[in-house]
DNA sequence: GTCTATACCCAGATAGAC
DNA sequence: GTCTATCTGGGTATAGAC
């Protein structure tokens, strides 16, 4: 009765400008951070109109929702790839984490700007950072779970305080290192995971 | 209720304006955060017009920092005078701050939100956040340091790490509550020092 | 080659900063 | 009031399934 539509989905050239957009995004955005960034200037690096742009992301924040996501699954790839030896803890894992951090203060203002606005239910960002803090803390819970299993996490503490704990660690110190760079976060964080070792 | 029949002179009564109105800003930044907030609302509720509110202020940004200033003094005097016993370490006195947070979510919010943007270093807001991270980073790692030195804090740890790990816990833990109410704060504060104390 | 979803741009509308 | 930034409506060009 009604005129059928066939989604024929995007073309190779579209999913590759797509990518491109991403990377060039999470340039912008880590250099000048939310405010900072322009659709323009993304839209320079690509070669695109705004418009142009905006076929592929319907909205700015669309596209910073999709650059937050890229970055956050570039650092979980960084941690597997990257790393000679093997991550025993997840404590290990911060301190990686963090350690990679520290060449990327734009990122790491970014989300520290974007995760304290997030707070508001209403703001565009507030799903994802819910999300994420919700499955960062499933997570991180299950290793502090198995390491107590195997005898290197301290027993006797409730785990998920545990890993509360270590995203809390993380994302305060991240505050402090912006306001006076000379904190090592990295060896604070490792102080924090000998407070978690079992004796 | 106070029946002045002889005017004390302006000093006096400039000092209980200053004060009145420090305590109407104090409400509005609290339920309406930085942004949400305007002078006028505030001018209302203290009967003035938007000019005489500036005499005691200068500028709509020292009255919020004045503002911050108000809530640290406040949450100390609360410490001191509130508790029927007292505070033995630096871990609890963060516990009962927490404790008292929890009933203000729009004071931890504006706190969350300006210490996140004060970040950047000509934020109006930077030097006021900066020197309150060194001061008590300063008093909490003396703390630690007394704890350390009668038994009752975990030695051979670094105890400018612990004191820093404290303040990095207590702010991330309130990002968390405030993504998601039902986090215990105080719960996990408390078993953080647990993992401080010595055995 | 036909045909249509996709890729992209132009010229405003609109809202906000300065 | 000017400038800048986001986003929309209305279009043309092209890729790719058939």
């Given at each position: 009765m009604s005129t059928q539509r066939k989604p024929r989905g995007p073309y190779r050239k579209g999913i590759q400008r797509r990518a491109q957009i991403l990377d060039a995004a999470l340039e912008v955005f880590a250099e000048q951070g939310d405010r900072g960034s322009s659709l323009q200037e993304i839209a320079d690096r690509v070669g695109l109109s705004i418009p142009g742009l905006l076929h592929y992301f319907g909205s700015r924040e669309e596209l910073l929702l999709a650059v937050l996501e890229r970055r956050d699954t570039l650092e979980t790839d960084h941690l597997t790839t990257d790393g000679e030896g093997k991550i025993t803890s997840a404590g290990e894992a911060v301190v990686r984490t963090i350690r990679h951090n520290m060449d990327q203060p734009g990122l790491v203002k970014l989300f520290v700007a974007l995760s304290a606005a997030a707070t508001e239910p209403d703001h565009h960002a507030h799903a994802f950072f819910a999300d994420r803090y919700r499955r960062l803390t499933e997570t991180t819970k299950a290793g502090m779970e198995s390491g107590q299993a195997n005898g290197t996490t301290r027993t006797g503490v409730n785990p998920e305080h545990l890993a509360r704990l270590l995203l809390a660690v993380s994302d305060g110190l991240q505050v402090q290192w912006l306001m006076?760079?000379?904190?090592?976060m990295a060896a604070i964080v490792e102080t924090f995971n000998r407070l978690c070792e079992s004796e």
């Open positions: 006076d760079p000379t904190v090592d």
